[in-house]
């Protein structure tokens, strides 16, 4: 599911970031008060693969297909496959990692995944009560369904005699399936974000408002300590800590790990699963639980008023995505800085380790 979500930003960002983030839903996403609009999309911001050319060409037959254009322009290379079950499926290939895409009969929008040999009636006989009508979008008829605390998408092809299981993206890069379910109770898990006092952050003491955060740290407290607020499901969070860990280890910054969640939708709530899982170790063991991967245990009680704290802290600071880093510099000022370091040696140096 990471370099799904990786590769799906590709085509879901109009350009490529600087220093890549999993990004929040929007300006309204954090909103003091009540919880994230539902209807928000969350977006992945990755940077243009190196191997994009200047021009990227489609077979000839995917010319005249929005859909392909919008992979190809985003600098995937296009594969036009056979059809399956009536519809047109391609290939998008971007340096090591590709996709599978069904694309809809308008040719405006695809699905990514794999048609499976499955009737609606099928469907409908397993899941009884647990299937819901999402609607018909670009040609395509969709279902929600849902397997105890697990849910999936299907689409129903037009022959009748197969399903896609998988997400719709339209040829601007919009996720339809979000905006399908988006009225369905529990299909995105939110977390809460009440109101915090913001005097830290208007008087410039952002490092005391994170210190009530709730983490876990990794290298000596003698070293510049440098807080990374980071969604456990984030390439971007986990490419970071990865980069940053041989410095902690040798002694060079103690990184202060801030669990969050962001990336819900396209993870199926697994964000917010592993970040009350990590809430609810000890604070020693926060750092060695996501590296180990052992972020599927039950929540504990406390879990989630942590969490939504972390989300309240993260708002008043301004956080746009994961990860975001915070820092003190030599001259005691305080910096900070949105997604992956671009040079982590130079950025080490900065912190006067």
């Not at 490529?16 to 609009?37: D, E, I, Q, S, Y």
């Not at 539902?38 to 005249?64: D, F, I």
């Not at 600098?75 to 290939?93: D, E, F």
């Not at 040609?139 to 022959?159: E, I, K, N």
């Amino acid at each position: 599911m990471r370099w799904m979500i990786g590769f799906l930003a590709l085509l879901a960002t109009p350009a490529f970031a600087a220093n890549p983030v999993c990004a929040l839903p929007g300006p309204t996403a954090m909103t003091a008060g009540g919880p994230p609009p539902r209807t928000a999309s969350v977006s992945v911001s990755a940077p243009a693969p190196a191997a994009k050319a200047s021009g990227t060409t489609l077979p000839s037959a995917l010319a005249a297909v929005p859909f392909a254009e919008h992979v190809a322009s985003a600098g995937a290379t296009v594969t036009n496959l056979s059809a399956v079950h009536g519809l047109p499926m391609i290939a998008a290939k971007s340096g090591n990692q590709f996709m599978i895409f069904e694309v809809t009969p308008d040719g405006k929008a695809g699905v990514s995944g794999v048609p499976i040999d499955l009737s609606l009636a099928a469907l409908r006989s397993v899941a009884g009560d647990d299937i819901t009508d999402v609607g018909v979008e670009h040609g395509l008829h969709g279902y929600f369904v849902r397997s105890g605390q697990q849910f999936q998408v299907f689409y129903a092809t037009p022959d009748g005699k197969g399903l896609i299981p998988g997400v719709m993206w339209d040829a601007s890069g919009h996720d339809v399936t979000r905006q399908q379910v988006s009225r369905i109770p529990g299909a995105i898990p939110t977390v809460e974000v009440g109101a915090i006092d913001s005097k830290y952050v208007a008087s410039g003491q952002t490092l005391p408002l994170l210190e009530n955060a709730t983490y876990g740290t990794i290298g000596p407290s003698s070293a510049p300590k440098v807080y990374m607020f980071m969604d456990p499901q984030c390439i971007y969070s986990i490419r970071t800590f990865q980069e940053l860990r041989p410095y902690a280890e040798a002694g060079r910054l103690q990184l202060a790990v801030i669990p969050l969640s962001v990336l819900d939708y396209e993870d199926r709530g697994q964000s917010t699963r592993s970040a009350l899982a990590l809430l609810s170790d000890a604070p020693g063991q926060i750092v060695s639980a996501w590296q180990s991967g052992s972020v599927s245990n039950a929540p504990g009680p406390d879990a989630p008023a942590l969490l939504r704290k972390n989300m309240e802290i993260a708002r008043a600071v301004g956080l746009k995505g994961t990860p975001m880093l915070w820092w003190q510099t030599p001259n005691g000022s305080t910096a900070h800085l949105d997604g992956v370091p671009t040079n982590v040696a130079q950025f080490i140096a900065g912190l006067g380790s």
